[in-house]
């Protein structure tokens, strides 16, 4: 049974890639004869080759693709993507790595780094259109391609579950204190890039709507207390929401596996707004919200 699977799964990434191999000149096209998916813990491998072509690409579980322009949506923690592609005598060589908040690219040809622009770059995108993006759509790896919607079992329009949970100063605080109000729920992880700068943004909006009878912020967080009192300590930051540690059993419930995450309820605990990635990448959109029911 495994070994038919392994058949299907090289003939169906053969037809997808063969039949996606069109376009931008023939330095840019794609048409492989064999390909191959590997696992190795965190890490995913794939490879196909032609006899006029190769590719390997090695990526982890936390890059994220995103077809806004062609390339990568998130990167957490120091995972990479690589790329080696070869096509007549052409090394192409792409890594793709976290850098604090940012994504950094090194671009190589034939041994030589290059100017890179991943939006311009018509190698690049020829290799995400024609590629990765039909292979990461495919039903044999759909997971990969979904969207945050897709993934949590939280979606925009459902009622937040209900949970009642002490927070880091042994306080209870339960979904029952979200009635009638306005709620900011963030979940965060302390090996997160950029969280400290997530922080200030969220310390931002909490000054900015000062009424508690209104809206209230709450950030929910896998570590202990202890953990997370010694991690700001050491940033010599505060983080002024209320803060709830041991909040594994309550992401799993949730299937919560990627952070920062960001929602949004209602006064009426419905989810009106969810997102994932640095606060930086989206206030603009999430202040948008606030003041939308802010002002109901």
């Keep these: 049974m495994h070994h038919m699977y392994r058949q299907l799964t090289r003939s169906t990434l053969s037809f997808l890639l063969f039949a996606c191999s069109t376009s931008l000149g023939a330095q840019n096209r794609y048409s492989f004869d064999h390909s191959e998916i590997r696992l190795e813990g965190a890490i995913k491998e794939f490879w196909a080759h032609s006899p006029e072509r190769s590719i390997r690409i090695k990526w982890s579980h936390d890059v994220w693709l995103t077809d806004k322009i062609p390339g990568i949506d998130s990167i957490s923690g120091y995972t990479a993507l690589e790329i080696l592609d070869t096509y007549d005598e052409i090394n192409h060589y792409l890594r793709i790595r976290s850098s604090g908040t940012s994504l950094h690219y090194t671009y190589i040809i034939n041994g030589m780094a290059t100017a890179f622009k991943p939006e311009r770059n018509q190698w690049y995108l020829s290799l995400f259109d024609q590629v990765l993006y039909p292979y990461l759509k495919s039903p044999l790896h759909n997971r990969f391609a979904r969207k945050l919607a897709e993934i949590s079992k939280l979606k925009v329009g459902d009622c937040f579950p209900y949970f009642k949970m002490p927070d880091i100063n042994k306080d209870i605080t339960s979904a029952d204190d979200f ?39 709450i950030a929910f967080s896998k570590k202990t207390d202890r953990h997370i009192k010694r991690a700001l300590k050491n940033q010599k930051t505060d983080f002024l929401f209320q803060q709830i540690p041991n909040s594994q059993s309550l992401q799993n419930r949730l299937n919560i596996h990627y952070w920062p995450l960001c929602i949004l309820v209602d006064h009426n605990q419905r989810i009106t707004y969810i997102k994932t990635g640095s606060i930086g990448e989206h206030l603009p959109e999430l202040q948008k919200n606030i003041e939308s029911l802010y002002s109901k």
């Design 179 to 217: 009635m009638g109000k306005i709620s900011i729920l963030y979940f965060w992880n302390l090996k997160q890039d950029g969280w400290t700068k997530d922080i200030a943004l969220l310390n931002f909006l909490r000054e900015k709507y000062p009424d508690h009878s209104k809206i209230q912020f």
